[in-house]
């Protein structure tokens, strides 16, 4: 069993910045894809990026597309999200997630079997 906890949310101004960690242990995390999904009050949790185990392949929602840059650090056990640009829209949970195996839609969160407990963005106008 891995386990999955975020840091690094806050309260920032549009156009600000903010830098996402996800600290794992309870398992191999070098081996496990991982990926990033937010969800705001009363809609769907959505995908915004993902990081192949080596941190070679990373992919991204259309939304987040070059102001967000997902990255790992495997032998710190950690991955992140560097959120530039903030908008008001980006204000959500966001959640750290992992996944043992390249199977199925990525963008799809049923897809990740380990999840972090969530840390809130709020992106101020």
């Known amino acids: 069993q891995v386990q999955l906890v975020e840091s690094g949310g806050g309260l920032v101004q549009a156009g600000g910045s903010l830098s996402l960690s996800c600290a794992a242990s309870?398992?191999?995390?070098?081996?496990?894809?991982m990926g990033w999904f937010r969800q705001a009050p009363e809609k769907e949790r959505e995908f915004v990026a993902s990081?192949?185990?080596?941190?070679?392949?990373?992919y991204y929602a259309d939304s987040v597309k070059g102001r967000f840059t997902i990255s790992r650090d495997n032998p710190k056990n950690t991955g992140y999200l560097q959120m530039n640009s903030l908008k008001p829209e980006d204000t959500a949970v966001y959640y750290c997630?992992?996944?043992?195996?390249?199977?199925?839609?990525?963008?799809?969160?049923?897809?990740?079997?380990?999840w972090g407990q969530g840390t809130q963005v709020t992106v101020s106008s």
């Open positions: 309870g398992g191999t995390f070098s081996n496990l894809p």
């Open positions: 997630a992992a996944r043992p195996n390249y199977y199925g839609d990525y963008r799809l969160p049923h897809q990740y079997g380990y």
């Open positions: 990081i192949s185990r080596s941190g070679g392949n990373t």
